[in-house]
């Protein structure tokens, strides 16, 4: 019923930039917070960035003035502006939405993206 495709994942050099996006589809009502994630093999997923709905963000410490999130409620789509890449930045990242309603429906679950590859060479 709710799907989330994320795109812009790829390889980049050190100092570069690439830019995430995940769009929700699906009968969503609304979603309260829209978050990105990322894990590296052998390790948990930790979360990389958060927006709710009325554009509060989050950020985890390591990349705070580097990367960027924005949403569009309107299309279900999140972004995710990643510069200054650095090797540690080097994982799977995933899309994730937080609180999601279904049309029709008052209970809220979580959704997540298949993930999308960012590696980063030095």
């Known amino acids: 019923q709710v799907r989330l495709v994320e795109s812009g994942g790829g390889s980049v050099r050190a100092g570069g930039s690439l830019r995430l996006s995940c769009a929700a589809s699906?009968?969503?009502?609304?979603?309260?917070?829209m978050n990105w994630y990322r894990q590296v093999p052998g390790k948990q997923r930790e979360l990389v960035a958060a927006?709710?709905?009325?554009?509060?963000?989050n950020y985890a410490d390591s990349v705070k003035g580097r990367f960027t999130i924005s949403r569009d409620n309107a299309k279900n789509t999140v972004y995710l502006q990643m510069n200054s890449l650095k090797p540690e930045d080097t994982a799977v990242y995933y899309c994730?939405?937080?609180?999601?309603?279904?049309?029709?429906?008052?209970?809220?679950?979580?959704?997540w993206g298949q993930g999308t590859q960012v590696t980063v060479s030095s």
């Open positions: 927006i709710t709905s009325g554009g509060s963000t």
């Open positions: 699906g009968s969503i009502a609304s979603i309260n917070a």
């Open positions: 994730n939405a937080g609180g999601l309603r279904l049309l029709g429906t008052t209970r809220r679950g979580d959704y």
